[in-house]
């Protein structure tokens, strides 16, 4: 040890040895030394056991009083006393047993509690994930605005540029929605998944949970201790309340604190495990059995002396013996000299650890200053040390900026801590309840003093009822008249004339009653205290069956009494919080240095260069996804043409996990529906009217169509007209001459040869054949007539068409 170091063992200042060691300028080697741990671990075991007077006895006795309400195990003495039922006489007895409704309060507040879901959600912080994000976001951007172009140049080219395995936003809408909420790194997911491997591995979703609420609800305190193992496995141990120790802090997580540690209980097997001689450490057989010397179990047994043959047995009788230990870790600031040396000849630099006794012209100290955590093991039967120094694995922040800081490997949280102390919920409702329980007692004593409806007689009065002189009058029994009908006859006057008393008057016990509705009156009052302890009333759900009560105004209520008690399932949530940032830095140091045992989930390419951030995100519970799911449900049914743009399969799926997520989504799908039905509206519109249009240039098209062939027809008409004279007024010419005699002189006799020929032998033609078809059409219908009159069917007339007779004239 250095000559300027303050010895732990010896000095002035050996009272305040940790605030030596945090203040004195001591190096790491130095404060590794075991006399430091024992000084160290001595004063923390002395600020522990500090007598009935001290902090840990008095907090642990109010826990363990808030423990036992929370099961229904009340020392009744306390009200044997008040009562002054402790005398040698007592005259009734009572049934001292105790209500169990602080069992029922917070048993109910822990299982709606488990009914909440949570998950860890990790976020890559680093400037290489927060860089492939943007240039993600951006390609996807620059697809969405250029799509159009893109496609075309895709049918062109033959070449794929949009990737059909990777989801294209529709609009700027749903890009900003699958930035804020689904873009995510694989790396992201796959750590995600590693981190919440760890937690379910070690049973922290389902029975560490419920244990830490428990905590929560009857300690208000929680806590952890994450560690990791020389194999490269993370653990998660949960630390049971009644053990923490820790220093003095003024925050509910604990962050100010020196040091922090539990009381463990250790079994000599487990000590041989870790620090015996045959695994790697320090301790002898001998030396375990003078250790287990000091367990409990040692006054149980006949004297057990040592034995050499214990130093190669298997089994030993006392390898089950506890001893308690105290695990501590302490952080303290240190600081490492180095020494840059520049050489002379070719100005090079070296750097050595340490400073030396004098610094020469071409040296420069350099100090690294950052903090450390140590870690140690006190056995407080044996007052001696069985693991001191830096801690393995320590805890160190991912970002390289902060690796000069540690972390405890303890999640310390104390909800509303004032002055290292927080109310639970068992003290919030222990002062009325016991008001409630000493109400039933006196209910009891009240029953049993209780004295039944009674008779005042008169029994002078009785034995002057005169009935007469008849023989069966005198076999009446007056009494028992009286207590088989009510009626009861008697002479109000003597044979003198004086008066005579009721002989019998009934005593009603009505003091009992007012007594009775007075102390129903007072558990009820006390009952009303508690659930104004709580904020909440612990029968809401028994008043949710009654009609009066509104579906809104159950959840309001609900709502506030979160309000009130909730605050202890944030301290769960908070110190989870803080072990998975831990968890996740052990994560990264795990597969980074080549442990195996996460290999099947993450990399070690998958976290090189990258800064993960973790919270807890909380998952619906049953009521919101029921409310989600319903208001799906009537949205469909009431638009079924919804379901072509939101998948209600994924928005259900979705809403498992956050709702919000999928209320946006399901937001979203609307707004598409609407946007499409617009579109298809103004679609409809537009070829609407260009049909109108269409129809009406048609129309013209067609009036158009139609006067053009009425001037064609007129054209064709006049020219045949014109034909048909000049045809006729040649042939009538042509005629006239032959009938007068006249010759045709020369040049005229190609014409008249042409016009005999096109339209004098064709016009004879043409009426032959109308009459041969004429007389064939007039035999036809005389042979079917003749075939009526003969009975035999008629045979099929040949149908001559009207064209075909025109065409034959």
Request: charged share 25%; aromatic share 10%.
């Amino acid at each position: 040890m250095a000559t300027n170091a303050i010895s732990p063992q010896t000095g002035s200042d050996s009272a305040q040895p940790m605030v030596n060691f945090q203040l004195e300028n001591l190096s790491i080697w130095e404060k590794s030394d075991w006399k430091w741990g024992l000084q160290l671990a001595k004063s923390i075991d002395a600020y522990v056991s500090g007598g009935y007077s001290s902090y840990f006895w008095t907090r642990n006795q109010q826990w363990k009083e808030n423990r036992n309400l929370a099961n229904g195990k009340i020392n009744m003495q306390k009200f044997v006393d008040q009562l002054e039922f402790n005398g040698k006489n007592n005259y009734i007895n009572l049934n001292w047993s105790a209500i169990k409704l602080p069992n029922r309060i917070i048993s109910g507040l822990v299982g709606r509690w488990m009914t909440r879901t949570e998950k860890i959600q990790v976020t890559a912080t680093d400037s290489l994930s927060v860089k492939e994000k943007q240039e993600e976001f951006e390609y996807l951007e620059f697809i969405l605005e250029n799509r159009d172009k893109i496609e075309d140049l895709e049918a062109e080219s033959g070449v794929e540029i949009i990737p059909r395995d990777k989801m294209i936003p529709e609009d700027h809408d749903r890009l900003m929605l699958w930035q804020s909420q689904f873009q995510r790194l694989p790396e992201e997911i796959l750590y995600e998944l590693g981190c919440n491997d760890v937690l379910a591995a070690c049973g922290w979703f389902d029975v560490l949970k419920e244990k830490m609420l428990h905590d929560a609800a009857e300690c208000a305190f929680v806590g952890t201790y994450t560690w990791m193992d020389e194999f490269g496995v993370i653990h998660v141990d949960w630390v049971q309340p009644e053990n923490a120790i820790y220093s003095y802090s003024n925050f509910p997580d604990f962050r100010d604190t020196a040091w922090r540690g539990q009381i463990k209980t250790y079994k000599i097997s487990e000590i041989r495990r870790k620090y015996g001689k045959e695994f790697g450490g320090k301790l002898t057989e001998q030396e375990l059995f003078e250790i287990a010397a000091t367990a409990k179990e040692f006054r149980t047994y006949d004297n057990i002396s040592w034995m050499n043959e214990w130093n190669a047995t298997y089994l030993r009788p006392y390898d089950e013996w506890n001893v308690d230990c105290i695990e501590f870790e302490l952080r303290s600031p240190d600081i490492d000299l180095y020494t840059e040396v520049t050489t002379k000849q070719n100005k090079s630099t070296i750097l050595k650890r340490g400073k030396p006794a004098k610094v020469r012209p071409n040296e420069k100290v350099i100090e690294d200053e950052r903090w450390n955590i140590y870690r140690g093991v006190y056995l407080r039967s044996k007052q001696m040390m069985l693991e001191w120094g830096l801690k393995k694995n320590m805890i160190r922040p991912q970002d390289p900026k902060e690796l000069g800081n540690a972390e405890f490997s303890y999640s310390f949280y104390m909800p509303q801590n004032y002055d290292m102390t927080s109310v639970s919920v068992a003290e919030k409702i222990q002062e009325p309840v016991e008001q409630m329980i000493l109400a039933r007692i006196k209910m009891q004593q009240l029953v049993m003093k209780m004295r039944p409806v009674g008779t005042a007689i008169n029994w002078d009065a009785v034995q002057n009822i005169d009935y007469g002189l008849g023989d069966q009058n005198k076999a009446i029994d007056v009494k028992k008249l009286y207590d088989q009908t009510g009626d009861i006859y008697y002479r109000g006057r003597d044979g003198e004339g004086n008066p005579l008393p009721v002989p019998f008057m009934e005593l009603r016990n009505s003091g009992f009653l007012e007594q009775l509705q007075g102390l129903i009156l007072l558990y009820d009052k006390h009952y009303q205290i508690v659930k104004d302890e709580l904020g909440e009333d612990p029968n809401l759900i028994s008043q949710a069956a009654t009609p009066r009560v509104a579906v809104s105004n159950i959840e309001t209520a609900t709502q506030q009494g979160a309000f009130a008690t909730d605050y202890y399932y944030d301290a769960y949530k908070n110190c989870m919080a803080d072990t998975a940032r831990k968890i996740s830095c052990l994560l990264k140091n795990s597969v980074t240095y080549g442990s195996k045992v996460y290999r099947r989930i993450i990399g070690q390419e998958d976290v090189d260069g990258r800064i993960f951030s973790t919270r807890v995100n909380m998952l619906p519970d049953a009521i919101q996804i029921a409310k989600f799911e319903a208001i799906l449900n009537q949205a469909i049914i009431s638009t079924p043409e919804l379901v072509l743009f939101v998948d209600p399969f994924q928005l259900m799926r979705v809403a498992k996990e956050d709702v919000k997520l999928a209320e946006a989504l399901f937001r979203h799908g609307q707004k598409s529906m609407l946007v499409h039905q617009r579109k298809v509206a103004e679609e409809n519109q537009r070829q609407t009217i260009e049909g109108q249009i269409k129809s009406a240039q048609m129309a013209e098209q067609s009036r158009q169509r139609t006067e053009e062939l009425k001037g064609k027809m007129e054209i064709g008409k006049a020219r045949a007209t014109g034909e048909y004279q000049n045809k006729n007024a040649v042939l009538s010419a042509i005629m006239k001459m032959y009938e007068q005699g006249i010759p045709i002189p020369p040049e005229l006799q190609p014409l008249a040869k042409a016009v005999i020929e096109n339209v004098a032998i064709p016009a004879v033609v043409q009426n032959q054949q109308t009459v041969e078809a004429i007389q064939q059409q007039e035999a036809q219908k005389q042979q079917i007539a003749q075939q009526q009159q003969e009975g035999e069917p008629p045979m099929q007339e040949e149908q001559i068409s009207e064209e075909e007779i025109q065409s034959a004239a």
